[in-house]
């Protein structure tokens, strides 16, 4: 029996003068999980957004069961049997489940809604989890999102199951159980796709390998083959040195004493819940939890920008101490305190992003400047000094720094903080999106940080990496401390297991 | 306090409430595909002259032949075709040319206006002096309720007794409710407004239904407008004769939360707050101060409802910004 169920022939795609794909071939088959590996940029989600019928091919053909086919909008790809879970779900946050899940299908003018119900209480328990129908999206947790989504796709039919980034936002215990799901789909016959550029998970769950670089596939290979080491340099196209370099910790002062800490969010609950800890001068203290466990609240209530409820955040310098609680981030720079902050939404609260890298350089600046009218000559200076150092790629410093790549804005963004000679600097996700050799330079500019004696704290959600970057990780499970362990005696079960204990 | 004075208090509201729910159930229709279109006092203006225009027309050529119930068919269909031109001329400007949204409602509320008072004084030229429905066509649009339940003392004078385009407003809200909450193209509609690239994924055309939502929700505001002039001003035109109500309209949308049933509520309020003067007199108020409340009691709403922090009655989160597919 032949069981290749979609065939891709010769895809060609390009953005403007951006080529996306070139000349790709690749075969999908029937009861197997194959991994789509490659960097960010690599053109993994755009090839299969032409699946999808997000995009259309410049050139190219693509076959399903044999016959060439022309997916030309995403009703087509449904039609197919193609389903695609996107990394940024598309779901309706007030509707339900049941109604996410027949959005756009056709049938009755009403809808039957008990009948509804069964039907998805059917598919969930088919593939070995539970989901319930009447459950509105915006109060569901990442995961139970997902599976949302995913009943979606198999509602709908779908004997190709596609999913981007799948285990991007889950914890390693959800992730376990998405992969226990996908082996099932396998074994009943379907065709699944994961994109992503985790390795381990490349290995722990996929048959086959295949990689993308620069848009085009260099390496296909059967996952039993397959090692760390190889699939790294077919996504980088060379040698990589893997491991962060740790030196020996010189720790220095509790520069930063959080105690009892509490925040409430807009619907009045704590987002934050007797948060106490400390953070020492020459340390990077890891942040660990399920996106929305209260890191957000957690930077910007240290950073003056969100309202504490409860608790004390105590600064010292020199062995002055002073109560950061209540004060604005201006009073905080008056007081002479260098505290650095790079939030997650970098183009939202960290750049402007219409702004070119001089204007965003003077942000931080402009206001102890004298007289009216502003000053750009240092700033500019800054900025021409952070594109050598940074080797950040721009046409030049008068170029909005909306047109930058993602790894290129989050060096402009780091590179001022750092260069303000900050004595804290809380990072929060600095390498999400990034692709690899990116994320090293973050990891080398946080801990030369370190090395200067500057106390660190980075909001993190890559566990493999928290460990092997920080001296000491801190779980928040519900706004409230889970734990903090020794980063380099923990394991990442253990803070799985920390990330979702109450 | 009489009593009387309270059932006619509430019958005025009603009758006041008419063309502001029209105007509501428009918007929220044309709201909850994605599209903000402040042009509701536009297309109210479009619908209340061509609706005339198509009635007076009728009767000038049918003489006295008149035929009431042709004469208010014809205003209904004309005054609702005119509302859904000016909702597809957003719609054009918007979803196909992507233009900002805010400005284009503005642009046809401008548009409307003048629109409006230009068809309306045309009429009136041609009619020598002013317009006037006949005899026959007034029938049609009074205030006769319905046999035998208006006779119900206090009940029948609040609720069976008023004209029918009152009962038509009424119908229209709860079908668009049915629509909304039951139906599959209801549940599509929705998703278009939420999430438009949701629902693209799934195979909506997010397109289509922003035009018909558009156009209909137009139509149904036209609708408002042909009320006005047909109904209340007896096929008078009267210049500037929406004079803000379409404004109201937009504000009651804020004020329902989007919700066909409580803009019902909504509406007969603020058409009562309308006619307050009238049965509430105070000594020494002067009748601006009256004619402000509405107004007031808008901004009041306004404020009151944009503190309130429900995930389910807000606004459409797609409202406002155009959608546009290969964006990345």
């Known amino acids: 029996m032949n069981n290749s169920a979609v065939k891709m022939v010769n895809i060609s795609k390009s953005f403007g003068t951006v080529q996306a794909n070139k000349n790709v071939s690749l075969e999908f088959k029937r009861g197997e999980i194959l991994a789509l590996l490659g960097e960010n940029g690599s053109g993994k989600t755009t090839l299969m957004n032409m699946l999808s019928g997000i995009y259309y091919q410049d050139s190219g053909e693509v076959f399903v069961d044999g016959e060439e086919v022309v997916i030309s909008s995403p009703k087509d790809a449904f039609d197919l049997g193609i389903g695609m879970i996107h990394q940024h779900f598309k779901l309706v946050d007030v509707l339900t489940a049941a109604e996410n899940i027949i959005l756009g299908l056709k049938g009755s003018v009403t809808i039957n809604r008990g009948k509804l119900a069964s039907e998805i209480r059917e598919i969930s328990q088919k593939y070995g989890f539970a989901l319930d129908p009447n459950k509105k999206v915006y109060d569901m947790s990442v995961s139970e999102k997902q599976k949302v989504e995913i009943v979606k796709v198999l509602y709908r039919g779908a004997d190709m199951l596609i999913l981007d980034e799948p285990t991007a936002v889950l914890t390693p215990q959800e992730s376990d159980v998405l992969f226990e799901m996908l082996r099932k789909m396998k074994e009943s016959g379907k065709a699944v796709v994961i994109i992503t550029h985790k390795l381990q998970e490349v290995l722990f769950v996929s048959d086959r390998v295949a990689i993308l670089r620069r848009g085009e596939l260099v390496a296909e290979m059967n996952t039993e083959d397959a090692t760390i080491k190889s699939l790294t340099e077919g996504m980088v196209g060379r040698k990589v040195d893997l491991a962060i370099k740790r030196e020996e910790p010189h720790f220095g002062e509790e520069k930063l004493i959080v105690k009892d800490l509490t925040c409430l969010n807009v619907e009045g609950h704590k987002a934050l819940n007797d948060v106490s800890f400390s953070l020492r001068a020459g340390e990077i203290l890891g942040v660990a939890g399920i996106a929305g466990s209260g890191q957000r609240e957690l930077c910007e209530s240290i950073t003056g920008l969100y309202p504490v409820e409860n608790g004390s955040i105590i600064?010292?310098?020199?062995?002055?101490?002073?109560?950061?609680?209540?004060?604005?981030?201006?009073?905080?720079?008056?007081?002479?305190?260098?505290?650095?902050?790079?939030?997650?939404?970098?183009?939202?609260?960290?750049?402007?992003?219409?702004?070119?890298?001089?204007?965003?350089?003077?942000?931080?600046?402009?206001?102890?400047?004298?007289?009216?009218?502003?000053?750009?000559?240092?700033?500019?200076?800054?900025?021409?000094?952070?594109?050598?150092?940074?080797?950040?790629?721009?046409?030049?410093?008068?170029?909005?720094?909306?047109?930058?790549?993602?790894?290129?804005?989050?060096?402009?963004?780091?590179?001022?903080?750092?260069?303000?000679?900050?004595?804290?600097?809380?990072?929060?996700?600095?390498?999400?999106?990034?692709?690899?050799?990116?994320?090293?330079?973050?990891?080398?500019?946080?801990?030369?940080?370190?090395?200067?004696?500057?106390?660190?704290?980075?909001?993190?959600?890559?566990?493999?990496?928290?460990?092997?970057?920080?001296?000491?990780?801190?779980?928040?499970?519900?706004?409230?401390?889970?734990?903090?362990?020794?980063?380099?005696?923990?394991?990442?079960e253990q803070i799985g297991f920390l990330m979702t204990s109450d | 306090m009489d009593i009387d004075i309270l059932t006619n208090f509430f019958f005025m509201a009603v009758i006041a409430a008419t063309p502001l729910l029209f105007g509501t159930l428009g918007e929220i229709l044309t709201q909850k595909s994605g599209s903000i279109n402040l042009g509701v006092e536009g297309m109210m203006f479009m619908g209340a002259s061509i609706g005339l225009s198509a009635s007076y027309f009728y009767e000038f050529y049918a003489?006295?032949?008149?035929?009431?119930?042709?004469?208010?068919?014809?205003?209904?269909?004309?005054?609702?075709?005119?509302?859904?031109?000016?909702?597809?001329?957003?719609?054009?400007?918007?979803?196909?040319?992507?233009?900002?949204?805010?400005?284009?409602?503005?642009?046809?509320?401008?548009?409307?206006?003048?629109?409006?008072?230009?068809?309306?004084?045309?009429?009136?030229?041609?009619?020598?002096?002013?317009?006037?429905?006949?005899?026959?066509?007034?029938?049609?649009?009074?205030?006769?309720?319905?046999?035998?339940?208006?006779?119900?003392?206090?009940?029948?004078?609040?609720?069976?007794?008023?004209?029918?385009?009152?009962y038509f407003a009424i119908i229209m809200a709860l079908l668009l409710m049915w629509f909304l909450n039951k139906t599959r193209v209801g549940l599509n509609l929705r998703a278009v407004g939420e999430s438009p690239s949701t629902a693209d994924a799934v195979g909506i055309n997010v397109t289509k239904y922003k035009y018909l939502a558009a156009s209909i929700g137009g139509g149904i505001c036209g609708l408002g407008g042909m009320v006005i002039s047909m109904v209340d001003n007896s096929g008078t035109w009267v210049f500037n004769c929406v004079a803000g109500r379409g404004w109201i309209a937009v504000a009651l949308v804020i004020f329902a939360a989007w919700k066909p049933s409580r803009a019902i509520f909504g509406a007969i309020l603020f058409g009562g707050l309308s006619v307050l003067r009238l049965y509430f007199p105070l000594d020494g108020v002067p009748a601006q101060v009256y004619d402000i409340v509405p107004y007031a009691a808008t901004i009041f709403a306004l404020v009151l409802t944009s503190i309130r922090k429900s995930k389910e009655s807000a606004q459409p989160k797609a409202c406002g910004t155009n959608y546009f597919r290969e964006e990345r």
Request: positive net charge.
């Open chain 1, 315 to 492: 600064y010292t310098e020199n062995d002055v101490q002073n109560e950061l609680r209540g004060l604005t981030p201006s009073e905080i720079i008056k007081k002479g305190i260098s505290l650095a902050f790079v939030p997650e939404d970098r183009l939202g609260m960290g750049l402007v992003a219409g702004l070119d890298m001089v204007d965003n350089m003077m942000l931080k600046s402009y206001n102890i400047e004298k007289g009216m009218l502003v000053n750009r000559k240092r700033p500019k200076r800054i900025a021409e000094m952070l594109i050598k150092a940074l080797d950040i790629v721009t046409p030049g410093v008068s170029t909005p720094v909306r047109r930058l790549s993602g790894g290129n804005v989050q060096k402009v963004l780091l590179g001022r903080e750092i260069n303000s000679e900050p004595s804290v600097l809380i990072v929060a996700y600095p390498v999400r999106g990034l692709d690899i050799n990116s994320s090293y330079t973050i990891y080398n500019l946080l801990n030369e940080q370190r090395k200067k004696g500057v106390a660190v704290m980075y909001i993190g959600e890559d566990l493999d990496v928290l460990l092997e970057l920080c001296d000491r990780i801190m779980v928040l499970c519900n706004g409230a401390v889970s734990g903090i362990v020794d980063a380099t005696k923990a394991t990442k």
């Open chain 2, 63 to 166: 003489g006295d032949g008149t035929i009431g119930y042709i004469a208010l068919g014809l205003a209904v269909i004309f005054g609702f075709l005119a509302g859904a031109l000016g909702g597809f001329i957003y719609s054009v400007l918007t979803v196909t040319f992507r233009a900002n949204q805010n400005v284009t409602g503005l642009a046809l509320t401008i548009f409307g206006i003048g629109v409006g008072n230009l068809i309306g004084d045309l009429l009136s030229t041609h009619a020598h002096g002013f317009t006037s429905s006949t005899e026959a066509t007034r029938r049609v649009v009074a205030n006769v309720g319905i046999p035998f339940l208006r006779d119900i003392p206090i009940l029948g004078r609040m609720l069976f007794s008023y004209n029918m385009m009152v």
